[in-house]
């Protein structure tokens, strides 16, 4: 073993490369990791981290026992030109832990030779597979396909970190070497790779979040009244299973146990430190824990990223000193946290109350309505098995909770109360993970508040903030709720119920008027109330009254009581004709209330729990104790719309979880390169807010990735226009080119159907009159027939990508009639976004019309997801009217607008997903 003392400290480097590149991720042991491309001032750690690499590390990595770097060596492996060549270090506590390279063939720009070294003491703790997963991804923005490792044969580890990392290895051996070709493609097989080691590294971070050994309340008061008086007794409170400790230097004691006066002075290891200072002391309180060790930081303190200014300044101060010392941060400005597992009883919050023990998990981005969600909670019976309140969501987002739930055995429902995102791709593929075995409810707050964004196209001016934020919730499969209430109410149902195979109810009740009102709030909610069978009516009829009916609702009238609601329930409950079952209760007097509550529980209790049991209670008193059920739960709601609407919730995430997860799919057919060469081209010289491109420009690159567009071309003359008008043989259009005609048909800039010189010449004098600054005339074929849809994207700034399909043509504004999706597409998404829109039935045919080519529809949006992915430049699109032809006969783009900016560096990460980054 190598004996040099690792003494290089890295600290930040020059502006080199975009900040964004630099980012922190998660070890398997729950320590951090920040991954930046290296720069020329990492020399002297570089050659450190040479001089310390044991002999067979050394030996693997160079097939020699190499113990420093020449000069000529640390000028070629620090100064990279971040194209051909590249190389990305792993840093922990300021040491190099980790470099990862490629270098592009000369004479293969697609192909790129590969090299991974991790420091000897910190092997083993997934670096490797990061630095893997980092540089492949940053590979396939700049163009290369393939890498080529060279590794000895007896190198089992690196082979296992590429194996591990799910890529599809093809390798030759040869005089003891491998020589080992992956494919850079993110394959499932990748993705699913990168989920598993970022769902394992996240929730082993966030362990001794909820799971601490030791608790210090850095803040803990004497006074009862304040917050760290009140965090402090709900932790002693709630008999916390470890030793808590108060950190006051103003008092020696409180609740009878001895304070220290700083986190360093307590013996002994600290898992958990909650934070109740001013805001101005929180970072020095941040830098003594990182010294102390401690594993975790709950930041209760306020004034920070909120507030703004100085504010968001001190909130990167200690973001940075909980990223450097590895630890996992909640906060600042939060309430807190809380496991009601026995075996840590952790009540971390300074609210009043501690819900009662259940599978039901909670964040809140809000602290105030965090004190009142765990109010409600409480006030309906709803089990939590751990609460945050994530407050500014410095550190731990609500990814990382997801993740952290996605394995947790004692959650099977996840609430979220949002204000923002943080990275909504991530989320997107997290929680349409999640999703397929746990349900996740979610209240996003501010429907209104962007409002429609102005846009200088069709499918700007249609989406909004919250078009993004449906467009998400719909492709995850995240149940959306407007209101808390919602949320509780389908939270009761969904943490009590099997999920419904279908969409038939029954209805139970002992009056007409709340069977109208059940059957009239399940009708509207798109669930069926079917006629029972001459079967099971007669079934009924055997024990109800003679007056009642038994059609469905099932109205017992009035005089039913506890024998006849317990027959009926258990006749329903058994009978394959209904998927759920809601049972409505109003007393017509005091009399024989607990006996009929009794029956109706008794008989959930009885059935299989294979169907879905709701029952409603309409009486002003309150649920009468007797419906209550320890091992037959079942959510009571006091009015049956409530009802309705919770089992449509769930009844729509039961059908989404049963739907194909779609695949990534990139059409045959597109030419990257020739695209690449005309939007190169297109944008030199263009000012940093973009433009739109030229006719010819758009045309090209429409063409290269596959899409199909008329016959066109551009003149600046009536001669010319005539002259090519003559070529198409045919019938042409006339469109103006011009900065102010947004909508060329708005303003008559737009001639259809012209045919021989004088109308081409009519034309012509038409459009370039209709506005004040024509650069030019578009002729185009002139398209006959087909069905008009719109197809476009938009850059969201938070979201990145949308896009948008509908019903196509001058009305789509006044229409509406559209589906987002977030990019990138599935081919599921794209056929969905086509059955979304209510007047896609006019491409099934609808009233005897003709039939329009939708598998061509749905390629069309997949090509357009490819060239989103492929052209990070292209920020706003319209392709309005693609002509759908009949089925086989493809689509047409009749007309097209592409906006674009210039970018600096090919690799965007805000753009794109990388697990395990935080």
Same mark, same amino acid.
């Given at each position: ?61 160079? /097939? ?13 492996? *620090? ?82 970190? /590429? ?15 491998? *020589? ?34 030791? $608790? ?107 990223? *450097? ?56 019976g709803i089990g939590i098995s751990t609460f945050v309140s994530v407050g500014n ?111 038939n109810v029954g209805v139970i009740t002992n009056a007409g008027g709340p069977a ?51 027959? *009926? ?221 719109? $197809? ?65 529809? $749905? ?38 607008? $592409? ?20």
């Amino acid at each position: 073993m190598a004996t040099t003392t690792v003494s290089t400290t890295i600290t930040d480097p020059p502006e080199r490369y975009p900040a964004e590149w630099e980012q922190d991720a998660v070890l398997k042991d729950g320590g951090t990791i920040r991954i930046r491309p290296i720069v020329p001032e990492d020399s002297d750690a570089l050659q450190e981290f040479v001089q310390n690499m044991s002999t067979q590390s050394s030996y693997f990595r160079f /097939f020699r026992v190499k113990r420093e770097l020449d000069a000529d060596e640390l000028k070629t492996f *620090t100064q990279v030109d971040y194209k051909a060549d590249m190389a990305f270090i792993g840093i922990v506590d300021g040491e190099l832990v980790g470099v990862g390279r490629y270098n592009a063939l000369e004479d293969d720009p697609s192909t790129a030779e590969i090299a991974f070294t991790v420091r000897d003491s910190f092997q083993g703790m997934g670096i490797g597979t990061l630095l893997v997963f980092r540089i492949s991804a940053y590979a396939r923005a700049l163009g290369i396909e393939r890498f080529r490792a060279f590794l000895l044969a007896d190198n089992h580890a690196m082979m296992r970190v /590429f194996r591990n990392a799910g890529f599809a290895l093809n390798r030759e051996i040869d005089e003891g070497v491998y *020589t080992v070709e992956i494919p850079t493609e993110e394959s499932d097989s990748v993705l699913a790779a990168e989920g598993k080691a970022e769902q394992i590294s996240t929730a082993a971070s966030l362990m001794p979040l909820f799971y601490p050994h030791s $608790i210090a309340v850095i803040g803990a008061s004497r006074n009862r009244a304040s917050i760290g008086g009140r965090l402090f007794n709900n932790i002693l409170n709630a008999d916390f299973m470890g030793p808590l400790y108060p950190v006051n230097p103003r008092t020696s004691v409180v609740r009878s146990i001895p304070t220290f006066a700083s986190v360093k002075d307590i013996p002994g290891p600290i898992d958990l430190a909650f934070i109740v200072v001013p805001s101005q002391h929180v970072a020095d309180v941040v830098r003594e824990c990182a010294e102390k060790g401690v594993r975790s930081l709950v930041v209760i303190s306020a004034g920070f990223s909120e507030v703004g200014g100085s504010g968001a300044e001190a909130e990167a101060e200690i973001l940075d000193i909980v990223r *450097t010392a590895g630890m996992r941060m909640v906060g600042p400005n939060c309430m807190g946290l809380l496991n009601t597992d026995p075996v840590v009883n952790l009540d971390g919050q300074f609210g009043p109350i501690m819900p009662p023990r259940g599978n039901v998990a909670m964040l809140s981005q809000s602290g105030a309505l965090g004190l009142a969600i765990l109010d409600y909670a409480t006030e309906l019976g709803i089990g939590i098995s751990t609460f945050v309140s994530v407050g500014n969501k410095a550190d731990v987002s609500g990814n990382d909770l997801l993740l952290y739930w996605e394995e947790d055995p004692n959650t099977d429902v996840v609430l979220l109360y949002l204000e923002s995102f943080g990275n909504p791709r991530r989320f997107s593929r997290i929680a349409r993970r999640i999703g397929m075995k746990k349900p996740i409810v979610v209240v996003k707050s501010g429907r209104t508040a962007a409002g429609a964004r102005a846009a200088s196209s069709h499918t700007g001016s249609l989406a909004s903030l919250d078009t993004a934020v449906d467009a998400l919730f719909d492709q995850a499969g995240v149940i959306r709720v407007d209101t808390l209430e919602e949320l509780f109410n389908v939270a009761s149902l969904l943490s009590s119920q099997p999920l419904p195979r279908g969409r038939n109810v029954g209805v139970i009740t002992n009056a007409g008027g709340p069977a109208i009102l059940a059957v009239d709030a399940l009708e509207s909610q798109g669930l069926h109330v079917p006629h029972l069978s001459d079967e099971l009516q007669k079934q009924l009829r055997e024990f109800l009254s003679a007056d009642a009916a038994v059609f469905n609702p099932i109205d017992m009238i009035a005089a039913a009581g506890p024998e006849e609601y317990k027959k *009926t329930i258990q006749a329903l409950l058994a009978s394959d004709e209904i998927d759920a079952l809601i049972t409505v209760f109003i007393p017509a007097s005091d009399v024989g209330v607990p006996e009929t509550a009794t029956a109706i529980r008794e008989a959930a209790e009885e059935s299989s729990g294979e169907k879905v049991f709701l029952s409603v209670y309409m009486n002003s008193s309150g649920v009468p104790t007797e419906l209550s059920s320890a091992t037959a739960q079942f959510p009571v709601f006091p009015f049956p719309e409530r009802a309705a609407m919770a089992l449509r919730k769930a009844v729509e995430y039961a059908e989404w979880r049963e739907k194909p997860a779609g695949t990534f799919v990139r059409p045959e057919g597109i030419d990257k390169t020739e695209a690449r060469r005309i939007l190169d081209a297109a944008c030199e010289g263009l000012p940093p807010d973009g433009e739109w491109l030229a006719p010819e420009a758009v045309d090209g690159i429409l063409t290269a990735y596959g899409l199909p567009v008329p016959r066109t071309g551009v003149v600046h003359s009536l001669e010319e226009a005539r002259a090519f008008a003559e070529s198409i043989s045919g019938p042409v259009v006339l469109k103006v080119i011009s900065p102010s005609a947004v909508h060329k048909s708005d303003v008559g800039g737009v001639a259809l159907d012209v045919n021989g010189p004088e109308e081409v010449k009519a034309a012509y004098e038409q459009v370039t009159s209709a506005v004040p600054d024509p650069e030019g005339v578009l002729v185009q074929e002139f398209v006959v027939g087909g069905h008009e849809v719109l $197809i476009g994207m938009v850059e969201d700034p938070n979201f990145g990508p949308l896009v948008v399909f509908g019903l196509g043509g001058v009305f789509v504004e006044l229409i509406g009639d559209v589906a987002f999706r977030i990019h990138p597409l599935t081919d599921h998404d794209a056929a969905e976004m086509i059955a979304d829109v209510k007047s896609a039935r006019l491409l099934e045919g609808y009233r005897g019309g003709d039939k329009g080519d939708i598998d061509a529809v $749905i390629d069309a949006l997949l090509r357009v997801s490819a060239m989103i992915e492929d052209l990070p430049e292209v920020f706003e699109m319209d392709l309005n009217p693609v002509k759908v032809g009949t089925p086989g006969s493809g689509v047409r783009i009749v007309d097209a607008r $592409i906006k674009v900016r210039p970018i600096e560096h090919s690799w965007i990460p805000s753009r794109t997903d990388l697990p395990s980054m935080l």
